[in-house]
């Protein structure tokens, strides 16, 4: 497992940064499609509510490995008779490190609509009315009042939500992409040391989740300021 010419760790360190750039990108994507579907719940009409309610329902009831399979496989089922229209030939897919951060993105999304519509329900009616009554333009109080109020709430539940996204990242293996447990699997085959190989992989994960907790233990503290603790 050394650092040298035959040595294992650079290429965990590089599986690693695979697990953490994967998980990134599907929680950001994660995020964004959560701020649409709580809206819709809250301000949407009884259609786009209904969307948002069937959306959150299916992906957190179906396994997440199989809407990463439908990602990877159906992306390629569609973009192939497209890509043919263009004069292209063969099979075409999308990449397994897209595939697999959108895969993830789109089921974090579920759990990120939840978060967020709990969130905002939890910020007081009276804080918002008050920005009304001063005259705080819509786009001022979503940037003064109701994001900073709504994060306060929403950051412990994020995240829960980052803990989830980054466990799902081991699932994306099957795209082909060579993330930290793939790498653990590879080194493990090739050794005949699977120990050694699930054991540093397992202290990376929770490095990753130690250091990823405390910067969200400061963005709670920074969103919190002022409130006191009960």
Same mark, same amino acid.
């Given at each position: &497992?050394g650092?040298?010419?035959?040595?294992?760790? &650079?290429?965990?360190?590089a599986?690693?940064a695979?697990t953490? !750039?994967?998980a990134?990108?599907?929680?950001?994507?994660?995020?964004?499609?959560?701020?649409?579907?709580?809206?819709a719940?809250i301000s949407g009409?009884?259609?786009?509510?209904?969307?948002?309610?069937g959306?959150?329902?299916?992906? %957190?009831?179906?396994p997440?490995?199989?809407?990463?399979?439908?990602?990877y #496989?159906?992306? *390629?089922?569609?973009?192939?008779p497209?890509?043919r229209l263009?004069?292209?030939?063969?099979?075409?897919?999308?990449?397994?490190?897209? !595939?697999g951060a959108?895969?993830?993105g +789109? +089921?974090?999304?579920?759990?990120?609509?939840?978060? #967020? %519509?709990g !969130?905002?329900r939890?910020?007081?009616?009276?804080e918002?009315? !008050?920005?009304?009554?001063?005259?705080?333009?819509?786009?001022? &109080?979503?940037r003064r009042?109701? *994001?900073?109020?709504?994060? %306060?709430h929403? +950051?412990?539940g994020?995240?829960?939500?980052?803990?989830?996204t980054?466990k799902?990242?081991?699932?994306?293996s099957? $795209?082909?992409?060579?993330?930290?447990?793939?790498?653990?699997?590879?080194?493990a085959?090739?050794t %005949?040391?699977?120990?050694?190989f #699930?054991? $540093?992989?397992?202290a990376?994960?929770l490095?990753?989740?130690?250091?990823?907790?405390?910067?969200?233990?400061?963005a709670?503290?920074?969103?919190?300021?002022?409130v006191?603790?009960?």
């Amino acid at each position: &497992m050394g650092f040298g010419p035959r040595g294992w760790g &650079m290429a965990m360190l590089a599986g690693a940064a695979m697990t953490i !750039a994967v998980a990134s990108c599907g929680f950001l994507l994660g995020a964004c499609v959560g701020v649409l579907g709580a809206w819709a719940k809250i301000s949407g009409g009884p259609v786009l509510r209904t969307m948002a309610d069937g959306y959150t329902t299916i992906l %957190r009831g179906v396994p997440d490995l199989l809407v990463i399979y439908l990602f990877y #496989f159906g992306a *390629g089922a569609v973009l192939t008779p497209i890509g043919r229209l263009f004069g292209a030939s063969g099979f075409i897919s999308l990449p397994g490190f897209a !595939a697999g951060a959108l895969a993830i993105g +789109v +089921v974090s999304g579920a759990y990120h609509t939840e978060v #967020f %519509r709990g !969130a905002f329900r939890a910020v007081s009616r009276g804080e918002i009315e !008050a920005a009304i009554a001063s005259g705080m333009s819509p786009s001022l &109080m979503l940037r003064r009042i109701i *994001g900073p109020l709504t994060l %306060r709430h929403a +950051v412990p539940g994020l995240g829960n939500v980052w803990q989830l996204t980054l466990k799902e990242s081991a699932l994306v293996s099957v $795209t082909g992409l060579v993330e930290l447990l793939r790498q653990s699997q590879i080194g493990a085959g090739s050794t %005949r040391q699977p120990f050694y190989f #699930f054991v $540093t992989a397992g202290a990376l994960y929770l490095l990753i989740t130690a250091i990823s907790g405390q910067g969200f233990r400061l963005a709670e503290q920074r969103f919190s300021r002022g409130v006191r603790r009960a």
